[in-house]
């Protein structure tokens, strides 16, 4: 069953969605929205060019990677060696999403999502301090050339997009991201879905009750505005790895 969203911010029971985890189509991207659906496992996701209203995916199959599991694989810490690279976090968050929209002409395919209307959300998400990017910058040249973004809300990262424009730049921001995120206890990635990638990096499916009660539990995070934020995702710098 979809159920149709209206102004009042609220999501249906996601036990009731379909299948593939769509429960919702309507609404808005207002923070509000934002904040509520991914305090629940929510979040959108739909075509811009060929859908209306937002569609909101809550899967009972969950998909994460848990920090303290990453994988590094022996080619990548062969990567992080050869000191090529630099990664940052919060230096260029609106250069980070336009990557991840426009890399290899995403934005021009069929069944896009990154368009105008996400890339507004969550750049007034990421102003507020819900949502952070991790940049990947070539040394010799000072060019951008990979990163993630997504949302850092209650003590959990949801990731919502990555790009590359030389080999194996997203799989090292995610990898400075989970180390990060260990660090100050953040207990899951939100992959949202399983990829081969994702795979590759020692992801794992979870229920959506698991998914939820470790959502809900304490972790060593400082509180903002009553709602927990990840202190490891601010503005920083770290040459060489």
């Given amino acids: 069953m979809v159920w149709q969203l209206d102004e009042e911010l609220w999501f249906p029971n996601p036990y009731m969605g379909e299948p593939d985890g769509l429960v919702a189509i309507g609404g808005d991207l207002s923070a509000d929205r934002l904040l509520l659906a991914y305090s629940n496992g929510f979040f959108p996701w739909y075509a811009f060019n060929m859908e209306r209203e937002p569609h909101w995916y809550c899967p009972l199959d ?3 990677i848990f920090p ?4 590094v694989s022996h080619s990548m810490r062969q990567l992080l060696r050869q000191h090529k690279y630099e990664v940052t976090v919060n230096q260029d968050f609106d250069a980070v999403i336009r990557g991840c929209s426009t890399a290899q002409g995403r934005n021009e395919q069929s069944g896009a999502w990154l368009g105008p209307d996400i890339i507004k959300a969550y750049t007034a998400l990421h102003r507020m301090g819900y949502a952070a990017s991790v940049e990947v910058w070539e040394l010799d ?16 990262f949801f990731g919502e997009s ?32 399983e990829t081969p990638l994702f795979a590759s990096m020692g992801g794992r499916h979870i229920s959506y009750e698991e998914y939820m009660e470790m959502l809900t539990h304490p972790s060593p995070l400082t509180v ?9 995702l601010r503005r920083s710098r770290s040459a060489g790895l």
């Fill in 62 to 64: 969950r998909y994460v």
């Fill in 162 to 193: 990555m790009f590359s424009l030389v080999p194996n730049a997203s799989k090292l921001a995610l990898i400075c991201l989970a180390k990060g995120l260990e660090a100050v206890g953040a207990h899951f990635i939100d992959c949202q879905f």
């Fill in 141 to 156: 040249s000072g060019r951008l050339v990979g990163g993630l973004y997504g949302v850092t809300l209650c003590n959990a």
């Fill in 68 to 71: 303290s599991e990453i994988h």
């Fill in 224 to 232: 903002r505005n009553n709602r927990p934020v990840l202190p490891g």
